[in-house]
């Protein structure tokens, strides 16, 4: 079987810093990517990680330990339009399987 | 290219219908993908297509559903007879080859089954 275990939400102040943590369990792995979601919109890429280490991009910075079977998301300088749904996605080779997603709330 | 396209984009139906609901891939992506996304179950995959061929439909819940990918512009997903516990926002994504990583979502088809 596989699953994907994510905080289900977490709340921030503007300006902070947050970390999403993503611990998965699957048969056949090839990365662990991150998405984008709003309310009533479609989610969107954020990051691809299928290496161990840190993949930085603006204020988003992802994380990946294989050895681990874990990963997080580092949101850095927290702005009000961060907030929205985060998910996980196990990459088996083709086949993308999510996470339940985090709603971070972001509070001035 | 316009990205991925759905339609319709919202559905309202009566129990016992028959629903489809429609996909257009980005333009040489080969890999296509149907999720289902509600509160209880999140973003569930249900059927996964690669150069058209289904390759994994072990979400697809029942008999009830049945997906189809007869060229690589163009997918359905059917519902039928549909129900009450079908309504849910269905996302068609699609994502190219050679490493390339990121899927790409159509903005969603929000149905609901009275």
């Known amino acids: 079987g596989q699953s994907l275990e994510q905080p289900s939400e977490v709340t921030a102040v503007e300006g902070a810093i947050v970390q999403i943590n993503c611990t998965y369990q699957?048969?056949?792995?090839?990365?662990l990517s991150w998405y984008q979601q709003h309310d009533g919109g479609a989610p969107t890429f954020l990051s691809y990680n299928a290496l161990d280490g840190l993949e930085e991009t603006g204020r988003f910075s992802s994380f990946l330990s294989r050895s681990d079977s874990y990963g997080y998301l580092l949101l850095q300088e927290l702005q009000m339009k961060d907030s929205a749904s985060y998910f996980c996605a196990v990459d088996q080779g083709g086949k993308l399987i999510f996470g339940q997603g985090t709603e971070l709330s972001v509070k001035p | 290219d316009a990205g991925v396209i759905q339609s319709p984009r919202h559905e309202v139906t009566e129990m016992g219908q028959e629903v489809t609901l429609r996909c257009k891939p980005i333009s040489g992506h080969n890999s296509l993908f149907w999720y289902r996304q509600t509160m209880m179950r999140g973003l569930e995959l249900l059927i996964y297509f690669n150069n058209n061929v289904p390759i994994d439909d072990s979400g697809m819940p029942e008999d009830r559903f049945s997906a189809k990918m007869p060229n690589a512009s163009f997918s359905t997903l059917k519902i039928q007879p549909s129900e009450p516990r079908d309504s849910a926002v269905y996302f068609c994504?699609?994502?190219?080859?050679?490493?390339?990583?990121?899927?790409?979502f159509g903005q969603g088809t929000r149905l609901t089954v009275v």
């Open positions: 994504a699609s994502r190219g080859t050679g490493g390339n990583t990121e899927a790409f």
């Open positions: 699957t048969s056949g792995f090839y990365g």
